[in-house]
Nanobody
Framework: QVQFVESGGGIVQAGGSVRLSCAAS????????MGWYRQRSENRRELVAT???????KGDVALKGRVTISRDNDKNTVYLQMTGLNTEDTGIYYC????????????WGQGTQVTVSS
């Protein structure tokens, strides 16, 4: 059964922005911290940002405030806004529910590809 459906990726010019969406199963979304991960090239997936059920958001400090994570509890959807994109942001972006150590709790969805062109 599909639990996460990511969308919103595409080809973006360097310096541009993108807003990604992830629709999650209600049973997962309502009870869990949600997170966005990305996989760049052949590297392992890395956690980009998380948001708790109460809306407390945390982002990877290495991204220097370029990411904003938000959630719509009525739509069971989590969003990731990224600005100031550069080619190093190219990758596949995934969402998942997250434990308190930042590890994913469920199987992955298909992800959404973001390609930043220079």
């Amino acid at each position: 059964q599909v639990q996460f459906v990511e969308s919103g990726g595409g080809i973006v010019q360097a310096g541009g922005s993108v807003r990604l969406s992830c629709a999650a199963s209600q049973s997962i979304f309502s009870r869990n911290t949600m997170g966005w991960y990305r996989q760049r090239s052949e590297n392992r997936r890395e956690l980009v940002a998380t948001i708790d059920t109460d809306g407390t958001a945390k982002g990877d400090v290495a991204l220097k405030g370029r990411v904003t994570i938000s959630r719509d509890n009525d739509k069971n959807t989590v969003y990731l806004q990224m600005t100031g994109l550069n080619t190093e942001d190219t990758g596949i972006y995934y969402c998942n529910s997250v434990d308190n150590m930042g590890f994913p709790l469920h199987d992955w969805g298909q992800g959404t590809q973001v390609t930043v062109s220079s």
